[in-house]
């Protein structure tokens, strides 16, 4: 069922501005109404990566009036394998900046409003206020239950997608949808799952195309909302498998358990980057590169272990690191295979999968085990700055 409207018309589309959406116009569920809708409406996109960079520019060309961009980040060169919003040119630019440039290329009649900053709890609400409509491209827990929280509050709808490897979801998320259909993220998750248990896309990986596929859903379903046109995703979380070529919607409904929303929280305490048991591990457990370097330099007896997946180990690694990753110590698995007889130093690529390992291994009776701070991304600029990153 189509909801109403929720941006009203514009006065008018000026010549150039008919010229430029006429094949909007032609096509009867939307025509000149839909795009006065559009031209009048004011998105914001929490993010101008993965997901963002598709959301932005289609949302750009579809005539969307007002664009917001809530980014902090610069434009790495890893990022321009899926963040198409970005060129090589771009690179140690402002995310939000670069965003802004190709918006502007890509129609200049739309109005851009950068917001370089972390978004948290002292800030989501006044950011949040001006927009109509929130699109959540985020790639963490804290920043989506936040999102979310403030949304439900302000009484905001907002779409939201996931990626993962070849995998991803979107679904919309509106409190106070008209007609009982309201409901927020929560009653689809209603905790964070455990830190460490959910890789990110920087440890897991995303198929680049798989960003463009999940991030123009999210902007058809932005365009279904703001015209009152087709059936939104709200009460549906969708979910597409790009290696099997896949699509199949699961039904979300209200859960009446859910404690209602009426306060913005501490978010990184909620979520937990790091579990409690990691965080006592790595607390006087934990070496920097150069001190590992001078362990390796005077010839010290250790295992080194590096806690992270194959395929990263293939990518780059620390000379004379063992692989063992960090599910089979967490299983108990290669416990087995950790000498007992000679210290032992973990890694992982920054330090929070091995601070995991860590703790597992302190409850084994590994109590003078320790990790690397930083892992090694840190070891790579700071001791041998000829590897790789990721």
């Given at each position: 069922?189509?909801?109403?409207?929720?941006?009203?018309?514009?006065?008018?589309?000026?010549?150039?501005?008919v010229?430029?959406?006429?094949?909007?116009?032609?096509?009867p569920?939307?025509?000149?109404?839909?795009?006065?809708?559009?031209?009048?409406a004011?998105?914001?996109?929490v993010?101008?990566?993965?997901?963002?960079?598709?959301?932005?520019?289609?949302?750009?060309?579809?005539?969307?009036?007002?664009?917001?961009?809530?980014?902090?980040?610069?434009?790495?060169?890893?990022?321009?394998?899926?963040?198409?919003?970005?060129?090589?040119?771009?690179?140690?630019?402002?995310?939000?900046?670069?965003?802004?440039?190709?918006?502007?290329?890509?129609?200049?009649?739309?109005e851009?409003?950068?917001?370089?900053?972390?978004?948290?709890?002292?800030?989501?609400?006044?950011i949040?206020?001006?927009?109509?409509?929130?699109?959540?491209?985020?790639?963490?827990?804290?920043?989506?239950?936040?999102?979310?929280?403030?949304?439900?509050?302000?009484?905001?709808p907002?779409?939201?997608?996931?990626?993962?490897?070849?995998?991803?979801?979107?679904?919309?998320?509106?409190?106070?949808?008209?007609?009982?259909?309201?409901?927020?993220?929560?009653?689809?998750?209603?905790?964070?799952?455990?830190?460490?248990?959910?890789?990110?896309?920087?440890?897991?990986?995303?198929?680049?195309?798989?960003?463009?596929?999940?991030?123009?859903?999210?902007?058809?379903?932005?365009?279904?909302?703001?015209?009152?046109?087709?059936?939104?995703?709200?009460?549906?979380?969708?979910?597409?498998?790009?290696?099997?070529?896949?699509?199949?919607?699961?039904?979300?409904?209200?859960?009446?358990?859910?404690?209602?929303?009426?306060?913005?929280?501490?978010?990184?305490?909620?979520?937990?980057?790091?579990?409690?048991?990691?965080?006592?591990?790595?607390?006087?457990?934990?070496?920097?590169?150069?001190?590992?370097?001078?362990?390796?330099?005077?010839?010290?007896?250790?295992?080194?272990?590096?806690?992270?997946?194959?395929?990263?180990?293939?990518?780059?690694?620390?000379?004379?690191?063992?692989?063992?990753?960090?599910?089979?110590?967490?299983?108990?698995?290669?416990?087995?295979?950790?000498?007992?007889?000679?210290?032992?130093?973990?890694?992982?690529?920054?330090?929070?999968?091995?601070?995991?390992?860590?703790?597992?291994?302190?409850?084994?009776?590994?109590?003078?085990?320790v990790?690397?701070?930083?892992?090694?991304?840190?070891?790579?600029k700071?001791?041998?700055?000829?590897?790789p990153?990721?």
């Open positions: 069922m189509a909801l109403p409207p929720l941006v009203e018309p514009a006065a008018e589309l000026t010549k150039a501005e010229e430029r959406y006429s094949r909007h116009l032609i096509i569920d939307v025509g000149m109404a839909g795009q006065k809708r559009l031209k009048n004011k998105v914001l996109v993010g101008a990566g993965g997901l963002g960079s598709p959301a932005l520019l289609y949302l750009a060309a579809a005539g969307v009036g007002t664009l917001g961009i809530v980014e902090f980040d610069v434009v790495d060169e890893s990022n321009l394998q899926r963040q198409v919003i970005h060129g090589q040119s771009d690179v140690g630019r402002s995310k939000g900046e670069s965003a802004r440039d190709s918006i502007r290329e890509i129609n200049p009649f739309v851009v409003r950068l917001h370089e900053t972390r978004l948290d709890s002292s800030n989501v609400l006044d949040f206020r001006d927009y109509d409509l929130i699109l959540d491209g985020t790639d963490n827990f804290a920043t989506r239950y936040l999102v979310n929280d403030a949304a439900v509050l302000l009484g905001k907002y779409v939201w997608g996931s990626i993962f490897r070849f995998e991803g979801q979107a679904s919309v998320f509106w409190e106070d949808a008209p007609n009982g259909k309201g409901l927020n993220y929560r009653d689809l998750y209603p905790e964070p799952p455990p830190p460490g248990m959910v890789p990110s896309c920087a440890e897991g990986g995303v198929l680049g195309v798989l960003c463009a596929s999940i991030g123009s859903i999210m902007v058809n379903e932005a365009i279904k909302l703001i015209t009152g046109i087709g059936e939104p995703l709200l009460g549906r979380l969708m979910v597409y498998d790009a290696l099997e070529m896949s699509y199949k919607t699961i039904k979300v409904r209200k859960d009446p358990d859910t404690a209602p929303i009426t306060e913005l929280i501490d978010y990184d305490a909620f979520c937990g980057v790091v579990s409690d048991d990691a965080q006592l591990a790595a607390a006087g457990h934990t070496i920097t590169p150069l001190e590992l370097k001078e362990m390796i330099d005077a010839g010290k007896d250790f295992a080194l272990i590096d806690v992270r997946e194959q395929n990263e180990y293939e990518i780059v690694s620390i000379p004379g690191a063992t692989l063992i990753p960090k599910d089979r110590i967490l299983s108990g698995e290669a416990l087995a295979e950790i000498p007992q007889d000679k210290p032992v130093v973990l890694h992982c690529k920054s330090g929070v999968r091995s601070a995991e390992a860590l703790a597992a291994l302190h409850k084994a009776g590994f109590r003078d085990a990790h690397v701070g930083g892992g090694v991304l840190a070891w790579a700071q001791i041998d700055p000829s590897l990153v990721y």
